[in-house]
């Protein structure tokens, strides 16, 4: 029987409090204003995320090498996200570029966003590094605050 159970981790960031799922093979969901609540539980998937990404606010990591595992989202959705994991650290991309890039369409920035705003591993699959036509930070699950501070993250040491 391939039964799911879902793990967390809680971590302390310089945007917040994160906590980090796993289903045992992969991370599957990050949620922002988290509070440690004492219920955490480890495996060797998340003890990696919670290293990496502790990695990453300290400005010594770039990439992530973890397994994912999101539990929800359309074979479209995914496709975005995937393309979400080529952008590379400290550059940005807009909506249009990435509808461009997936063969979308005129109006596929639109369908990009949608996506963009569901995905369930944020900072991981780096939906902050999306940006309006005009070079203008647009919706983010965790807010606007936190994707610039992400962004400044990427741009250099200073910021944490």
């Given at each position: 029987m391939n039964e799911t159970t879902d793990r967390y981790a809680y971590l302390d960031s310089p945007i917040g409090g994160l906590r980090v799922h796993s289903d045992g093979a992969g991370i599957t969901e990050i949620d922002f204003?988290?509070?440690?609540d004492g219920?955490?539980?480890?495996?060797?998937?998340?003890?990696?995320?919670?290293?990496?990404?502790?990695?990453?606010?300290?400005?010594?990591?770039?990439?992530?090498?973890?397994?994912?595992?999101?539990?929800?989202g359309s074979a479209f959705q995914r496709s975005v996200w995937k393309a979400l994991c080529e952008i590379?650290?400290?550059?940005?991309?807009?909506?249009?570029?990435?509808?461009?890039?997936?063969e979308l369409g005129p109006f596929g920035a639109?369908?990009?966003?949608?996506?963009?705003?569901?995905?369930?591993?944020?900072?991981?699959?780096?939906?902050?590094?999306?940006?309006g036509a005009n070079g203008t930070l647009t919706g983010y699950a965790g807010g606007l605050e936190r994707k610039q501070a992400l962004l400044d993250l990427e741009q250099g040491p200073g910021l944490f």
């Open positions: 204003d988290a509070h440690e219920g955490e539980s480890h495996d060797a998937v998340l003890d990696a995320a919670v290293a990496q990404l502790r990695e990453y606010f300290a400005g010594e990591r770039t990439t992530f090498d973890l397994p994912l595992g999101p539990q929800k590379p650290y400290g550059k940005t991309a807009t909506y249009g570029q990435l509808a461009a890039e997936l639109r369908a990009v966003g949608s996506a963009n705003g569901s995905n369930p591993i944020p900072i991981i699959v780096p939906c902050h590094r999306v940006i």
